[in-house]
């Protein structure tokens, strides 16, 4: 499924959109929001895998559940400024249940009100 996000932090606006190849002729979607200077940003993945991409880090875990959806949030302390959301992604199967959101210099607050009005839509 696609992220689509109904709820977006001030001063945010889509700046990237990057179709990647998967494995099984799938296709990944990363598109990325940000304010002019790119400090403040929120990623959207979908399909591909975040953590993997990001295994060389040491996260901490919480979960949490937002929007009526299970979330686990990742956090390191490699990279402070950064938060991963794992969004739930029921009845989806590999490599499509691979769902991400990731912020970078934005509150914990605002990462779960764009959570809260995150939708999965289905790719046509």
């Keep these: 499924p696609d992220i689509a996000l109904t709820a977006m932090p001030p001063g945010l606006t889509k700046t990237d959109s990057v179709v990647e190849a998967l494995y099984g002729n799938h296709m ?19 399909g591909v895998d975040l953590m993997d991409l990001l295994d060389d ?3 901490s875990t919480s979960d949490v559940r937002v929007g ?18 794992e969004v739930e992604a029921a009845g989806q199967q590999p490599p499509c249940d691979n769902l991400f959101v990731q912020s970078r210099h934005l509150p914990r607050g605002q990462v779960l009100e764009v959570l809260r009005g995150l939708e999965l839509r289905r790719v046509r």
Excluded: E, N, W
């Design 57 to 59: 880090l040491d996260f």
């Design 68 to 85: 009526g959806r299970d979330v686990v949030l990742h956090r390191t302390t490699a990279i402070p400024d950064m938060l991963v959301a």
């Design 28 to 46: 990944g979607y990363v598109i990325t929001y940000a304010d002019a200077d790119r400090r403040r940003q929120l990623k959207t993945y979908s």
